[in-house]
């Protein structure tokens, strides 16, 4: 369905709300995210290395952050001033403000441990994600499915990488991040669903790489 047929629908339905869209894709606060330096002040009786392979972690998950918040920005200077246009910038800005929180609690945990906080880059590659069709920039419809693409990879990569995290409560931590991200996933395709298209909000029990194809869209 192109941006054309969307923006009739939505005009027509007239059921596209921020709220609605935030409640039926299940966004979660970040709340425990925001208590990360005081886990790193706590995590002072881990060995040296095992606070060493944490902070190369977290700086991991962090540079993942940075290009999210590079390429919500990015795109939102490509969208039209149509229904369906508002309506992903409306949910690109709030999911960004998620990604916000992340980042700036990711960056004081791992100075609180004694690392460097990776630095932002002035622009991110998504050509990889344009080349498998799993979005583009060429119209709103697809800047959602690139969007998409994106938040299905992080919450994937949180879960891989979570499990490799010395210090607990920092596992607990980065999971609530991870399960931010799912959430973010469905509520892009719950802003789809709202616009017309028929598909399941959540396509599948887990997000992993097994089940990759069943979150992402095809241009």
Not at 45 to 58: E, S
Not at 77 to 99: E, F
Request: net charge positive; charged share 25%; glycine share 6%.
């Amino acid at each position: 369905m192109d941006d054309r047929a969307l923006t009739k629908k939505s005009s027509r339905r007239n059921i596209f709300s921020r709220r609605d869209i935030i409640i039926s894709g299940g966004v979660i606060g970040v709340a425990s995210a925001l208590g990360l330096p005081l886990i790193a002040e706590k995590a002072d009786a881990q060995p040296a290395k095992n606070m060493r392979d944490d902070v190369k972690i977290l700086n991991n998950a962090l540079y993942y952050e940075h290009q999210a918040i590079w390429a919500y920005s990015f795109a939102a200077g490509k969208l039209t001033n149509t229904d369906v246009g508002k309506a992903v910038l409306a949910l690109a800005l709030r999911n960004q403000a998620d990604h916000k929180k992340h980042r700036d609690a990711l960056a004081a945990a791992i100075s609180s441990m004694g690392g460097t906080p990776v630095k932002a880059e002035s622009k991110y590659d998504v050509s990889s994600y344009i080349k498998k069709g799993e979005g583009n920039v060429d119209s709103d419809v697809n800047i959602a499915k690139l969007a998409l693409a994106l938040e299905t990879d992080a919450a994937i990569a949180y879960t891989q990488e979570i499990a490799k995290l010395k210090t607990p409560k920092l596992i607990t931590v980065g999971a609530s991040i991870g399960a931010t991200e799912s959430a973010h996933a469905a509520a892009i395709r719950a802003t789809f669903k709202a616009l017309g298209v028929d598909l399941e909000i959540v396509p599948a029990s887990f997000v992993s790489m097994e089940t990759r194809d069943a979150w992402v869209l095809k241009v």
